[in-house]
């Protein structure tokens, strides 16, 4: 009877774990968005290597840090960035909030940079005012490589200065920035000139597109019609050719316009840019004037599809377009998303914490006294780190290895009852036991004659 029952409680136990495991199944996790990602720990060198070499060149540079909302109001952006950009046409993530205001994740963060500018009277400080911030973006574009929907900007941006010396410090930043960081790049530059000198171009231009009118995309059919400039931007294979053969832009230049174009040149020479002319750089926003510029990589290889690894340019009439005083102004932004992957593809080792020493305490009574030793030491500028999760000494050794330490110690039970601790030497497994209060002199006594030699 008994043995009976027990089978028949196997039996529900069997089905009620069979049910259990298709619930299990039943749930599917939630899976990221497209066109968005996760910056995993991995990823994190490259990413403090990134932020930390902004950070420092900003500080070096003179730009003082700014904190911009993620959401902006929709009119920002239709006013700054033009209405018939592909920003603004087709990529804002642009939503209703509960009050109905049209608001935007922000594609980008000029805009916002000029609306604090004026919003908190700047114009008031000495000029020029520079700014620098860091942050995520958001457009809604086509998923591809080096192309995602919530992407990363650093960003300077300058105010208050007509010089074309800003806009060689932009460039001069710039490369300074990705070589630093392991990058070899080339500078594609361009100027755009005032709109005045603009005007007679757009004209030349649509002439030329309307004599290829039957060849050209749909998007380059509107494009003429209403925003010429976008027509090279175009990446459409088939277009390519007409835009090759089309009138450039630096020929229209007025005298002025040309003679700003060649300072910029002339400092960058100075400074051994090493940059291209590149006569159809017209950068996809519409309020820029004079330089334009982008970054890639100098040694791409050939056929690979060159993504620009940041790019800016001056954008005198966009304090004004926004309601401001007329503000000269020229900015620079490096995407940090495709800066990483770049490191990666070479192998660049980016920013890690290197710690010197590894903590490993075995059993219950060695772990209470593990923490405030961890701090002791980390107080006193010993580079430490831990995995007090692993119990077992081969675990922690092993991470030990893997964190590339010099010393572990290794503090047991017995350790812990004499007042000692086991300093093992990961080089040559050499171990010698020390009064635990004197390991912090010991260590630090260790580290300095390391650097000495
Ligand atoms: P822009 O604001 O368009 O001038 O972009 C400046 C830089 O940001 C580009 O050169 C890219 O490095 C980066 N960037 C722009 N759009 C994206 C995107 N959708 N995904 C990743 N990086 C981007």
Known sequence: MTAKKSVLVEKVEETKAVEEKALIKKIKTPQLLRGFRDILPEDQPYWDAVHQKGAELALAYGYD???????????????SVGKQTDIVEKEMFLFPDASGTN???????????ARAYIEHGMVDR??????????????YERPQAGRYRQFYQLGF????????????????????????????????????????????????????????????????????V???????????????????????????????????FMKVLEYLDEMNVSYVLTPH?????????????????ADQEEGKRQSALGGGGRYDGLVELLGGRPTPACGF????????????????????????VYLAPLGDAARKKAFPLFESLRQGGVLVTQTFGKSALKGQLEAADKAKVRYTLILGQKEVLDGTIIV??????????????????????????????
């Open 424 to 453: 093992r030497d990961m080089e040559s497994g050499a171990q010698e036991t020390v009064d635990i209060g004197k390991v912090l002199g010991i260590l630090q006594k260790k580290m300095s004659s390391a650097t000495l030699s």
């Open 103 to 113: 608001i935007v994740l922000r594609p980008e963060a000029t805009a916002s940079c």
């Open 157 to 224: 941006e300058s105010f208050g200065s007509a010089d074309p010396v800003v806009d060689a410090e932009m460039i001069i930043l710039g490369n300074i920035l990705y070589n630093e960081l392991g990058l070899p790049v080339v500078a594609h530059v361009n100027s755009l000139g005032t709109p005045e000198s603009r005007t007679q171009y757009k004209v030349e231009l649509v002439a030329h597109y309307r004599k290829h009118r039957n060849d050209i995309c749909e998007d380059c059919k509107r494009r003429i």
């Open 281 to 297: 750089l017209v950068r996809g926003l519409d309020y820029y004037s004079h330089t334009v510029f982008e970054f890639y990589l």
């Open 333 to 356: 932004a490096p995407g940090v998303d495709r800066i990483m992957s770049a490191m990666k593809e070479k192998e660049l080792s980016g920013l890690r914490y290197q710690p010197t």
């Open 65 to 79: 840090r700014i904190e911009l909302p993620l959401v902006e109001s929709a009119e920002l952006f239709a006013r």
């Open 126 to 139: 000495p000029q020029p005012v520079k700014m620098y911030y860091q942050g995520p973006m958001f457009r």
């Open 226 to 260: 209403k925003n010429p400039l976008r027509v090279l931007d175009c990446k459409e294979e088939g277009c390519q050719n007409i835009k090759n053969n089309a009138p450039q832009l630096l020929d229209f230049l007025d005298e002025a316009s040309k003679e700003h």
